[in-house]
């Protein structure tokens, strides 16, 4: 509704120009998609206010800015300052303009980027983990249970696969989460289509990746004290965002996850599980369920049906 277009402001100092969104939305680091063109005369903003309306923002800037030194999102109190470093220090008489196709939008063409793969890690005999990052003039942070679409080129043809984004079960020691750094755990597939490619990546490497796709809403999880997670091999994934939110909210949630392999080695982020759960206080348990468990398993076995 018209209540909820957002709308800005801006200011300036000879080094840098900061773009402030504000909307009675409560806007939230996750609801802000900027991107700069390679010129860097050119930004996108894209304000999510929903699982079905956006607004878009497209403005020409009155200068430019260093497109290498990307931009830098701030949230804050429901306000999104973008700050972007200019090309050449001055004073501008003017932010720029707003160019056409602003507006509230119900569907957005998917744009991909190009990201480098930093990391490659091997997690079991045919899972890995990729953190890819993306190129400065982009920042987006994925929500709680979305996913990204992944493009390859396969013999001259533009394949897509959607992963849903991972997240650390435990924030690192000293330091906030990267807005630029993706983590997509892959099941590599040696007939597979596409993930045979993803497969060969190596640190250095450039990945084309979406901005957040989903309309997964954390709401839900933020009204209820028990959750309980049922997950399968690589399955798994959408409850590593999922756990991290329960874990990292104020609220007295507990989490209980049912994670059912085939055997031990195909446990993904098993150490990192334990480790979470003797972190958490008790809000969080885990128990493991093998269909083929060796005999020296001591926990639970078989497969689940709708009856157990």
């Known amino acids: 509704g018209q209540g909820q277009k957002p709308r800005f402001d801006w200011y300036q100092s000879a080094e840098a120009i900061n773009i402030v969104f504000m909307s009675q939305y409560d806007l939230r680091e996750e609801n802000i998609v900027a991107s700069l063109d390679c010129s860097g005369s050119l930004l996108e903003v894209v304000a999510v206010l929903g699982p079905t309306s956006s607004y878009v923002f497209k403005i020409r800037l009155h200068d430019k800015v260093v497109a290498s030194q990307g931009l830098k999102v701030l949230v804050k109190n429901g306000k999104a300052q973008i700050t972007m470093v200019k090309a050449q220090q001055a004073r501008w008489p003017m932010y720029g303009e707003l160019l056409p196709g602003n507006g509230l939008v119900s569907s957005r063409e998917v744009h991909f980027h190009n990201c480098t793969v930093v990391e490659v890690q091997q997690v079991t005999h045919d899972t890995n983990v990729y953190r890819v990052r993306l190129p400065p003039a982009v920042s987006f942070k994925v929500p709680v249970g979305h996913h990204v679409i992944v493009k ?157």
């Open 152 to 308: 390859v080129n396969v013999e001259g043809m533009d394949l897509t696969n959607p992963y849903t984004v991972a997240q650390a079960l435990l924030p690192p020691p000293h330091s906030t989460e990267d807005r630029s750094d993706i983590l997509l755990i892959v099941k590599i597939y040696p007939q597979g289509v596409v993930t045979p490619h993803i497969g060969k990546l190596t640190p250095g490497d450039v990945l084309r990746v979406s901005e957040p796709q989903g309309s997964f809403d954390t709401t839900s999880l933020d009204q209820i004290n028990n959750i309980a997670l049922i997950a399968m091999g690589t399955g798994f994934t959408p409850m590593t965002s999922v756990i991290s939110h329960v874990l990292s909210s104020r609220s007295e949630c507990r989490a209980h996850l049912l994670f059912c392999n085939k055997s031990e080695n195909d446990i993904l982020w098993g150490k990192e599980l334990e480790d979470a759960a003797q972190a958490s206080s008790g809000r969080l348990s885990v128990e493991h369920i093998l269909s083929q468990p060796p005999a020296s398993w001591t926990g639970g076995s078989g497969r689940l049906t709708l009856e157990r």
